[in-house]
């Protein structure tokens, strides 16, 4: 399988969403946000940073980039596509998922070792969990506000396209504790915590067992692979 | 020539730390009678060639596209510089 990873201007983690991708049993794709060419993967990862410096908003700049019209072509089409904060942003700039991203209520940068619930693993990216699994995995941002109307809240919670929950302490105000939603068909998942942080030991959250032992995060990456994997047949 | 402003403000409903943090600062200045701000944008384009209602409408559209999120932000309006009012004390 190839998972293709697109730079921005400004992108920070796209090494490490293809360090992630290659741990989680894939080959990564270096993707350009300048041109119309998705390189024929399988799937995308939109890596988190501060495409374009985060102005006119988070996200809103990247989202009318050269290759986000073939990302939201593909999308739309099943291709899965993950969301990683700042990617998480360029994706409801970009409409492909609902709702908003505003200042942390706190108006602090925040960084931490975020604990989360999965609510569900009827996406491609999260179909390696089971429902309700406790994981954890770095969080940091200063807009990770999840904001939306209502009616959108009571969509997204009634037809269980909440896929992530915050635990312990809801980190930015987001509303109803989200930290990460899908859109209907389960292929486009955005959330604002890191998985790509927390895939190889040595490298992400403590844990109960050993320091920076946490590798939670690597189920993304293996539940788009085995997902791709079963429709191979 | 002309110009055409645009001007943005966050959604009464949410919060706005920014201008909490603004108001804060007012608040220990002494300027307490201040009770709150809110900030918003101002975005001024220029434009080449003269400006008419279909220009105008072009920038609407933009606006509520492009230069705001309509779920977090309203675009509160949009015109030209030149017929701007200038009210009172202000100068440009």
């Known amino acids: 399988m190839r998972i293709g990873v697109i730079t921005f201007p400004g992108s920070l983690d796209d090494h490490d969403a ?7 049993g894939a080959e990564a794709v270096s993707l350009w946000h300048g041109e119309h060419d998705l390189k024929g993967v399988d799937a995308i990862v939109l890596p988190g940073g ?14 009318r980039s050269p290759i986000m019209s073939e990302v939201i072509d593909a999308a739309s089409a099943g291709m899965p596509v993950l969301g990683i904060c700042n990617g998480f942003q360029i994706l409801v700039e970009s409409h492909l998922l609902p709702g ?22 009827s996406t491609a990216w999260t179909n390696g969990f089971t429902e309700g699994q406790e994981i954890t995995v770095p969080l940091k941002n200063g807009e990770g506000g999840f904001i939306a109307d209502a009616e959108t809240i009571a969509r997204l919670e ?3 396209l909440v896929v992530f ?7 930015n105000g987001s509303m109803n504790d989200i930290a990460g939603i899908a859109n209907e068909r389960g292929n486009v998942v955005g ?5 790509e942080h927390a895939t190889e030991p040595g490298f992400g959250p403590d844990t109960a067992l050993a320091m920076r032992s946490g590798t939670d995060g690597l189920t993304f990456f293996t539940s788009v692979v085995s997902a791709f994997a079963a429709q191979l047949g | 020539m002309p110009t055409i402003v645009v001007e943005v403000m966050p959604k009464a409903e949410l919060l ?12 220990r200045l002494g300027k307490g009678h201040f009770t709150a701000v809110r900030i918003g944008k101002r975005f001024e384009l220029t434009v080449d060639g003269p400006v008419d209602d279909a220009t105008l409408a072009e920038v609407r559209e933009l606006a509520e596209e492009m230069l705001a999120n309509t779920v977090i932000e309203d675009v509160l309006s949009v015109h030209t510089l030149d017929t701007e009012t200038v009210t009172a004390g202000e100068t440009h």
């Not at chain 1, 908003?100 to 693993?121: A, K, P």
């Not at chain 1, 929950?165 to 980190?171: A, E, I, K």
């Not at chain 2, 706005?16 to 608040?27: C, E, F, Q």
Request: net charge positive; hydrophobic share 35%.
């Open chain 1, 18 to 24: 293809r360090r992630a991708v290659r741990l989680g």
């Open chain 1, 50 to 63: 501060f495409s374009y410096g985060d102005y006119l908003r988070c996200g809103a700049i990247a989202a």
């Open chain 1, 100 to 121: 908003g991203l505003v200042r942390n209520d706190h108006g602090d940068f925040i960084c931490r070792d975020q604990r989360l619930r999965v609510e569900s693993t």
């Open chain 1, 158 to 160: 009634g037809e269980g």
């Open chain 1, 165 to 171: 929950r915050y635990l312990d302490v809801n980190p």
């Open chain 1, 191 to 195: 959330l604002m915590p890191h998985p």
């Open chain 2, 16 to 27: 706005d730390p920014a201008g909490k943090a603004v108001a804060g600062a007012l608040h």
